[in-house]
């Protein structure tokens, strides 16, 4: 794989999207090698070279998901944040930001939780569980929940919200940046309609 960092980034780029696209598109057993070839424009024979096999070009994806999900983190997260529905806010924008830099990684992420194939489900369930302690975590840690309705349940609150989070990512592959401005648009007007009918105030 170490030929594959050799390439210009714009390159490298170029074939992470379509390969995240394609297994988006069609999961890990149905995406072949050709497929992600005619996306990339990149022949199969050296995206083989440069990752030995479409399960090492899975997993590289997850890995560079991942990174790319902590580095937006690391922009957003502000400890200080309490209130539930901010925090929410402020995970939301995170997340879009993500959206709107690269929709594959997130229609990516998205079909994740949809995959089956053996091949890869080690690696999925490792993502998961890891994935999904760092969302809670981030979501619901250290959160002030006095202002919701005593008989609001905030995990399932959190629950639903990233439900329709990844309803959304599935639905914006091909959108143009107007499209998905007007989808995000939707998903803010969802989040504060849970804040209207949810909270105290």
Not at 20 to 47: H, R, V, Y
Not at 143 to 161: E, H, M, T, Y
Request: aromatic share 12%; hydrophobic share 40%.
């Amino acid at each position: 794989m170490e030929s594959f960092f050799t390439l210009r980034a714009e390159k490298q780029t170029h074939i992470i999207t379509a390969a995240l696209t394609a297994f988006s598109e069609n999961g890990f057993k149905k995406t072949s090698l050709s497929d992600i070839s005619e996306k990339s424009g990149i022949s199969k024979s050296m995206i083989l070279y440069y990752f030995g096999s479409k399960k090492n070009l899975y997993i590289y994806l997850i890995e560079f998901c991942k990174k790319r999900l902590l580095e937006e983190i690391e922009r957003f997260y502000v400890a200080g944040v309490t209130d539930f529905f901010d925090r929410i806010r402020m995970m939301t924008d995170m997340k879009m930001s993500m959206l709107k830099k690269n929709p594959a990684v997130m229609s990516f992420f998205a079909g994740i939780y949809f995959e089956t194939d053996d091949e890869v489900m080690d690696e999925i369930g490792e993502l998961l569980k890891n994935g999904g302690g760092l969302r809670d975590g981030l979501m619901l840690g250290d959160v002030d929940r006095s202002n919701l309705k005593d008989d609001v349940d905030p995990q399932i609150l959190a629950n639903l919200l990233t439900l329709i989070g990844e309803g959304f990512a599935g639905k914006i592959r091909g959108m143009d940046e107007k499209s998905i401005n007007e989808f995000i648009g939707e998903f803010y007007y969802c989040l504060d309609l849970m804040k209207k009918y949810f909270s105290k105030s």
